[in-house]
């Protein structure tokens, strides 16, 4: 078939949802809105490691469109798709640097952010591991000093009880030692790359409402909206039938928008 006949090959094939893109008239979920919507704001720690020594919200619920301001200890559950280790807000420990240890929720965005710098906590820094391999080491600061304890999906997860290992998988083919053997050239070096984020141009986002009959509509930027809905109904143990996950345009993910976070 000549390059002339090809449908799609050398050819300019339109975008479905270009024209939306192009003119703006895409709706994401920044461009949402409900009446009565309360805007929500996270405080998040300075500490890869600390324990949270005090935390009060008081001052931060005395300003005015502050509906209400909630910390860890107010909330038991723990989530992860695999292995359920992570925690809402932070209760009593932080783990990593910029973990939420308390939220507000407001009649505008900035009163949220003013009852957040009125929140008061007191920490007590923990020795942190910042190195994969130096948290592998013997003896090396517990992330998780409970891992051993938390639910797991067996037979794809194996964390190991008592190490910062989350995982632990063994992969064997061949004869590694008589392929070193028989090469011409064995060369070993180490190799380090710096963190790399996702930074898709739309940031995480989330709406939540609240209808009668307990049922919850999340609205989402998320790249996976089934595993939100069932994370959700698993954390909260409600039925996935009262829980609706839309998911309007997104603009960009890349892998970091699968699972669950804001929401």
Same mark, same amino acid.
């Given at each position: 078939?000549?390059?002339?006949?090809?449908?799609?090959?050398?050819?300019?094939?339109?975008?479905?949802?270009?024209?939306?893109?192009?003119?703006?008239?895409?709706?994401?979920?920044?461009?949402?809105?409900?009446?009565?919507?309360?805007?929500?704001?996270?405080?998040?720690?300075?500490?890869?490691?600390?324990?949270?020594?005090?935390?009060?919200?008081?001052?931060?619920?005395?300003?005015?469109?502050?509906?209400?301001?909630?910390?860890?200890?107010?909330?038991?559950?723990?989530?992860?798709?695999?292995?359920?280790?992570?925690?809402?807000?932070?209760?009593?420990?932080?783990?990593?640097?910029?973990?939420? =240890?308390?939220? *507000?929720?407001? @009649? +505008?965005?900035?009163?949220?952010?003013? &009852? /957040?710098?009125?929140?008061?906590? !007191?920490?007590?820094?923990?020795?942190?591991?910042?190195?994969?391999?130096?948290?592998?080491?013997?003896?090396?600061?517990?992330?998780?000093?409970?891992?051993?304890?938390?639910?797991?999906?067996?037979?794809?997860?194996?964390?190991?009880?008592?190490?910062?290992?989350?995982?632990?998988?063994?992969?064997?083919?061949?004869?590694?030692?008589?392929?070193?053997?028989?090469?011409?050239?064995?060369?070993?070096?180490?190799?380090?790359?710096?963190? =790399?984020?996702? *930074?898709?141009? @739309? +940031?995480?986002?989330?709406?939540?409402? &609240? /209808?009668?009959?307990?049922?919850? !509509?999340?609205?989402?930027?998320?790249?996976?909206?089934?595993?939100?809905?069932?994370?959700?109904?698993?954390?909260?143990?409600?039925?996935?039938?009262?829980?609706?996950?839309?998911?309007?345009?997104?603009?960009?993910?890349?892998?970091?928008?699968?699972?669950?976070?804001?929401?």
């Amino acid at each position: 078939m000549s390059e002339d006949k090809l449908r799609y090959v050398g050819q300019s094939v339109s975008r479905e949802d270009g024209p939306e893109k192009v003119t703006g008239s895409a709706r994401y979920v920044h461009d949402l809105a409900f009446p009565g919507m309360l805007h929500a704001a996270i405080l998040k720690s300075p500490h890869a490691s600390a324990r949270i020594v005090r935390i009060d919200v008081t001052k931060a619920c005395q300003v005015p469109g502050v509906r209400a301001a909630l910390t860890g200890s107010e909330l038991t559950y723990r989530l992860g798709i695999y292995l359920r280790d992570k925690q809402i807000l932070a209760n009593g420990i932080v783990r990593y640097h910029g973990e939420a =240890v308390a939220a *507000v929720a407001a @009649e +505008t965005l900035d009163a949220a952010r003013k &009852a /957040l710098a009125l929140i008061e906590v !007191e920490y007590a820094p923990r020795p942190a591991v910042l190195d994969a391999r130096q948290a592998m080491v013997k003896d090396a600061p517990l992330v998780h000093e409970n891992l051993g304890s938390y639910d797991v999906m067996k037979d794809v997860f194996a964390p190991q009880a008592g190490t910062n290992v989350a995982h632990h998988q063994k992969i064997r083919a061949g004869n590694l030692e008589e392929g070193f053997r028989r090469s011409d050239l064995v060369h070993e070096a180490s190799f380090v790359t710096a963190p =790399v984020q996702h *930074v898709p141009l @739309e +940031t995480h986002a989330v709406i939540a409402q &609240a /209808l009668p009959g307990g049922r919850t !509509e999340v609205w989402t930027s998320s790249q996976s909206p089934y595993t939100v809905r069932h994370l959700l109904a698993l954390t909260f143990g409600v039925p996935h039938q009262a829980i609706r996950v839309h998911v309007p345009y997104v603009g960009g993910g890349f892998g970091g928008k699968a699972g669950l976070h804001l929401e």
